[in-house]
């Protein structure tokens, strides 16, 4: 009889054991953030209607205007230039998803070389403004995204405009759904971790209270 209840119990934690570990992997699956889509749109001068480009159908479009903008790679100016020496402008919203998350504008003929002004009011949230130096190849990459712009053959490498193309951490993996994400899982442990503590309690006393009997 006792190792009837013996083998009950072992079996028992076992089940639950087993249980909780395909709940806790359901519920981490679950909590695990996942990337939007990159995309950005464009608009300015020439564009009768915004150019929209995502990723799922222009990815070398998309990755390209983004580095563009990508301020981790350009030179930043204490001052911009000129209003008159700026030229044609063109805004690139950058989205995630369906969601706006940084907007930028890019001046690919001003004098001295391309431009990019990040505007201090962003969609979800609030920066200081900023110009950078744009990249040599801004022209032509607005140009083969779509933009209605002149062919040039500046160099596409090297200096300013060289540089892995990446894309921004911001745009892809949002700070704030991570950080919702891993309150999420820290809940979710911590719950886990109350469960097995009241089914060892609960095994405990059914093993002080088997060996009583058999005294």
């Given amino acids: 009889m006792v190792r009837r209840m013996r083998r009950l119990a072992a079996v028992t934690a076992g089940a639950v054991a087993a249980v909780l570990l395909s709940l806790t992997s359901v519920e981490v699956a679950r909590a695990a953030p996942k990337t939007p889509p990159a995309g950005v749109d464009i608009t300015g001068h020439g564009l009768a209607e915004p150019l929209r480009l995502r990723a799922e159908t222009h990815p070398a479009h998309v990755?390209?205007?983004?580095?563009?903008?990508?301020h981790r790679g350009l030179v930043r100016q204490s001052g911009g230039p000129k209003k008159a020496d700026l030229g044609p402008k063109y805004t690139?919203?950058?989205?995630?998803?369906?969601?706006?998350?940084?907007?930028?504008d890019l001046y690919p003929k001003a004098v001295g070389g391309p431009r990019v002004y990040r505007p201090a009011k962003q969609?979800?949230?609030k920066v200081s403004a900023a110009w950078y130096l744009?990249?040599?190849s801004m022209s032509e990459t607005l140009r083969t995204a779509g933009v209605p712009l002149e062919r040039t053959y500046e160099a596409v490498s090297g200096g300013v405009g060289g540089?892995?193309?990446?894309i921004p951490e911001e745009a892809l993996n949002p700070a704030q759904d991570i950080n919702e994400a891993f309150?999420?899982?820290?809940?979710?442990?911590?719950?886990?971790?109350?469960?097995?503590?009241?089914i060892t309690l609960g095994l405990a006393g059914i093993a002080l209270l088997i060996r009583r009997r058999t005294h």
């Fill in 123 to 125: 969609p979800d949230r």
């Fill in 183 to 198: 309150s999420d899982l820290r809940r979710l442990l911590l719950l886990n971790v109350a469960v097995v503590m009241v």
């Fill in 63 to 70: 990755v390209a205007v983004i580095e563009q903008v990508n």
């Fill in 134 to 136: 744009g990249r040599v």
């Fill in 163 to 166: 540089g892995e193309r990446i």
């Fill in 92 to 104: 690139v919203v950058v989205l995630a998803g369906d969601a706006p998350k940084q907007t930028y």
